[in-house]
C-alpha cells in the first residue's frame, strides 16, 4: 500500500505542493493530469526523496516516514522500496543496456553478477529488447531508452513504479512502443503512479485519474467519470483546452 | 662550423637509455600516488566537506601557485632542518613526493570539473534504484567523470615525465643528470643534450599514441 498524507513542498517563498492526500492499494493504477508547472513532477519526486518534502507522512509499503524528520536511512529505505521512470530516460551512460537493468540487483541487492545479468535477460526479453542487451545507451532510440529506463524500473520489484512524464520528450514515433510496454505492466497488476499528458493512456489503463491544479488535488476519480462529468471548472476548463488540441488522433 | 658527432651520439643512446627505468619508475609512480591524492582531493571538494575542503582549497592553491623546482628544494634541502627523520630522505623519494603533491594539486582541479560536468539526471536515477552516495561516486559519476578528465590526465602525466628532469637537481642521476656527466666529460654538449631531447621526445610520442588508443576505448559506450 502506498500512501501520502499532507506533502508540503516550498521552493523558497513558493508553495509547490500544498498538503497532498493521496493513497493507493496494490495493483491499483493512478495517473496525474494537470497543467504545467502544478507540481505534479515535483509530487513524484518527493515520493522518493528526489525533492525532499517540507512536511507530510508517507507511507510505501512496510515503511513509514515522517517527511521533516526523515533519516538518510528512511530515505534508502523509500528509494529501495520504489523505482522511477525519468523524462529523459537517464540510462547510465557508461552501461549497456544489460548493464542497466542489473545495476540494481548487484549494488543492492547483492546478487551476483553472472545471476544478476541472467535476471536482467529476463527482463529484456519482456521488454521486447533482448537483442539490444549490449547495445550502449547512446546507440539506441529515444523509445528504446525509455524502455530500457522501465526494465531497470521493473527489476526493482519496487512496491510502486513512478513515471514522471515517461512519453514527453519522445518522438511522436516511438511514443507507442513505450504506452504499450506500460499497458502491458498494467495487465501485469504492477503498481504504478503515472504523470503523462496522454488522456487516451489516463481513460483506458487508470484505476484512478487526478488532477492537480496549483499545488493541490482539485478533482480525483475513476476515469470514466472525470473525463465524461468533471465537476470541477478548472478540471472542465483543462481538458477542454487538451482533448481539443489532440482530438482527432486521440479519440 | 662543426659537424655533429654522429658516431658519439649513436654510441650515447644506450648509455642514456640504462637511465629510462629510473626516470620512468618515478614519473609512474608520482603518477600513481598523485591520482590517488587527487581524487581523494577531488570529492572533498564536490562534497564540500567542512573543514576538509577549506584544507583541499589551500593546498591546491600552494601547490599550484609555487614552481615545482621551488617545493623539490623546499623538501629536499629545507625540511630536513625541522623534520630530523627527513635527513635520510633521498633524491629519487624527495622527486617522487614533490611530483606527487604539485601534479595532484592540478589533477585534482581537473577531475573536480569533470565530476561536476556529469549531468545530475544520473546521480537522480542512481539514488533512484537506492544507491547510496558513495555507490553513486563510484560506480556511476566517477566512471564518467574518468572518461571526461583523461584527456587532461594524460596531459599532466606527460608533462611530468619531463619533470622528473628536475631530479638531477637534487642530485639524482637519471637520464637529464646521465647526460649531464656525459656532456661534461665528452664536451659534446650539443650532441648529448640533443640525443636526450630527442629521447624524451620519443617517451611522449609513444604515450600520446597510448593515449588515442585508450581514448577510442573510454569513448566506446559514446558511439552512435
Given amino acids: 500500500m502506498i500512501a501520502l498524507k499532507g506533502i508540503t513542498k516550498r521552493f523558497g517563498e513558493h508553495t509547490v505542493l500544498d498538503g497532498i492526500d493521496l493513497s493507493l492499494e496494490r495493483g491499483e493504477i493512478i495517473v496525474v493530469i494537470g497543467p504545467s508547472g502544478t507540481g505534479k513532477s515535483t509530487l513524484l519526486r518527493c515520493v522518493n526523496f528526489l525533492e525532499r518534502p517540507d512536511a507530510g507522512q508517507l507511507t510505501v509499503g512496510d515503511l513509514s516516514v515522517d517527511a521533516a524528520r526523515a533519516t538518510s536511512d528512511d530515505i534508502l529505505g523509500l528509494r529501495r522500496r520504489t523505482a522511477f521512470v525519468f523524462q529523459n530516460y537517464a540510462l547510465f551512460a557508461h552501461k549497456t543496456a544489460l548493464e542497466n537493468i542489473a545495476e540494481r540487483m548487484i549494488v543492492v541487492e547483492g546478487l551476483s553478477k553472472a545471476e544478476a545479468h541472467a535476471r536482467a535477460r529476463e527482463i529484456l526479453e519482456r521488454i521486447g529488447l533482448a537483442d539490444k542487451a549490449d547495445a550502449y545507451p547512446a546507440a539506441l532510440s529515444g523509445g528504446q531508452q525509455q524502455r530500457i529506463g522501465i526494465g531497470r524500473a521493473m527489476a526493482a520489484k519496487a512496491e510502486v513504479i513512478l513515471f514522471d512524464e515517461p512519453t514527453s520528450a519522445l518522438d511522436p514515433e516511438w511514443v507507442e512502443e513505450v504506452l504499450a510496454l506500460m499497458k502491458q505492466l498494467a495487465a501485469e497488476q504492477q503498481t504504478m503512479i503515472v504523470v503523462t499528458h496522454e488522456m487516451q493512456f489516463a481513460r483506458e489503463v487508470a484505476d484512478q485519474v487526478v488532477f492537480m491544479d496549483g499545488g493541490r488535488i482539485v478533482e480525483q476519480a475513476p476515469p470514466s467519470e472525470l473525463f465524461t462529468h468533471p465537476r470541477d471548472e478548472r478540471t472542465r476548463s483543462f481538458l477542454r483546452k487538451v482533448l481539443a488540441g489532440n482530438a482527432p488522433s486521440d479519440a | ?224
Avoid at chain 2, 604539485?102 to 573536480?112: D, L, N
Wanted: charge should be positive; hydrophobic fraction near 55%; glycine fraction near 6%.
Fill in chain 2, 1 to 224: 662550423m662543426q659537424a655533429l658527432n654522429l658516431d658519439y651520439m649513436v654510441g650515447l643512446v644506450p648509455v642514456l637509455l640504462g637511465y629510462l627505468p629510473l626516470t620512468l619508475g618515478m614519473a609512474a609512480a608520482g603518477m600513481v600516488c598523485a591520482l590517488m591524492l587527487s581524487c581523494l582531493l577531488a570529492v572533498v571538494r564536490v562534497s564540500r566537506l567542512p573543514v576538509l575542503d577549506q584544507a583541499a582549497q589551500l593546498f591546491i592553491s600552494f601547490f599550484r601557485g609555487t614552481p615545482l623546482l621551488v617545493q623539490l628544494f623546499l623538501f629536499y634541502y629545507g625540511l630536513p632542518q625541522f623534520l630530523s627523520f627527513l635527513v635520510s630522505i633521498n633524491g629519487v623519494t624527495a622527486t617522487i613526493m614533490g611530483l606527487t603533491l604539485h601534479f595532484s594539486a592540478y589533477m585534482a582541479e581537473s577531475i573536480r570539473a569533470a565530476i561536476t560536468g556529469i549531468d545530475r539526471s544520473q546521480t537522480e536515477a542512481a539514488q533512484s534504484i537506492g544507491m547510496t552516495n558513495a555507490q553513486t561516486m563510484r560506480r556511476i559519476i566517477l566512471p564518467q567523470a574518468t572518461r571526461v578528465a583523461t584527456p587532461t590526465l594524460m596531459n599532466y602525466f606527460i608533462d611530468m615525465i619531463k619533470s622528473t628532469s628536475l631530479a638531477f637537481t637534487l642530485g639524482v642521476t637519471e637520464l637529464m643528470g646521465a647526460t649531464q656527466k656525459e656532456a661534461a666529460s665528452s664536451f659534446l654538449y650539443f650532441e648529448a643534450f640533443l640525443v636526450v631531447a630527442v629521447i624524451y621526445w620519443i617517451i611522449v610520442e609513444a604515450l600520446s599514441w597510448c593515449q588515442k588508443r585508450l581514448e577510442k576505448r573510454l569513448n566506446r559506450a559514446y558511439q552512435r
